[in-house]
């Protein structure tokens, strides 16, 4: 009788992806921030939110900029880009916060600041 070896998944993505999750959990109940959804992946955390004043309050606690996608059918996807605070390994992970943005919908100033070009 010969043993065949059990293939499992790479650990690495795995262990990237949860200890992706559990970092911008402990950020999102720390700051209290909103979260609609969460999305994680071994590269980064993406949330989406329902409103784009939301941005606003992300974008206060962690700092970053915001992009602004192609609008299409009458709206765009803004994405702040912005990352966790440092961790005891001294590690950060990138979070991808993304509101959907009306044509036309007013925008806070500090949102509209922070927009790169």
Known sequence: MSAQ????????TY????????????????????????VARPDAVHIMLADVDDLAVWLDALGGDVHRGAETDGASLWTLHTRTPRGLRGTTVPIRVHAPVVVGEAILAEIESAVTK
Do not use: Q
């Open 15 to 38: 262990a990237a992806i949860s200890d992706n999750r559990l970092s911008a959990e402990v950020v999102i109940d720390n700051y209290a921030l909103p979260a609609t959804t969460m």
């Open 5 to 12: 070896p059990i293939e499992l998944h790479p650990p690495n």
